[in-house]
């Protein structure tokens, strides 16, 4: 196999680290198939490595497919979520759950600020119309 090749089959080795050896070289090999079978069909090297895409994309690719398996133990699974959270880097891991838990006390603020607008302050009306607003009895 090239070296161009050889060198993606590493980085892409190189991002699974925590999983156990046993996944890792699982994956490595399905993905070295996949790249016999193309050169086999006559595909250029540099046109394999264009396929495959970034070494890092592919590994949270396996990562979160191997997070939908529900045969996984529990040990595994934690080292799976965490192996795919540190590769998602702080966007995934921070900023989108904060953003979650934020936009229900913006809405909240939005009808008090509406309340405060329209003259009618008290608690009474602002808790009436949370309630109307998510059509909870």
């Keep these: 196999m090239n070296v161009k090749l050889e060198k993606?089959?590493?980085?892409?080795?190189k991002h699974l680290r925590p999983l156990p050896v046993s996944e890792r070289s699982d994956i490595v090999r399905e993905i070295r198939g996949s790249v016999i079978e193309m050169?086999?069909?006559?595909?250029?090297e540099d046109?394999?490595?264009?396929?495959?895409?970034n070494p890092k994309e592919m590994s949270k690719a396996y990562l979160g497919s191997l997070l939908e398996k529900?045969?996984?133990s529990g040990?595994?699974?934690i080292l799976i979520i965490c192996t795919f959270y540190s590769m998602v880097g702080l966007t995934g891991m921070i900023i989108i759950p904060v953003l979650a838990v934020i936009a229900p006390v913006f809405i909240v603020?939005?009808?008090?600020?509406?309340c405060i607008y329209k003259n009618v302050?008290?608690?009474?009306?602002?808790?009436?119309?949370?309630f109307m607003m998510?059509?909870?009895?």
């Excluded at 050169?39 to 250029?44: A, D, H, I, L, Q």
């Design 109 to 114: 603020l939005e009808l008090m600020i509406y």
């Design 39 to 44: 050169k086999n069909e006559g595909v250029s």
């Design 70 to 72: 529900k045969e996984s």
């Design 134 to 137: 998510y059509k909870i009895n």
């Design 75 to 77: 040990w595994n699974k």
């Design 8 to 13: 993606y089959l590493n980085a892409v080795d």
């Design 121 to 130: 302050c008290s608690a009474y009306t602002i808790k009436h119309n949370i």
């Design 47 to 53: 046109q394999i490595l264009e396929r495959l895409g």
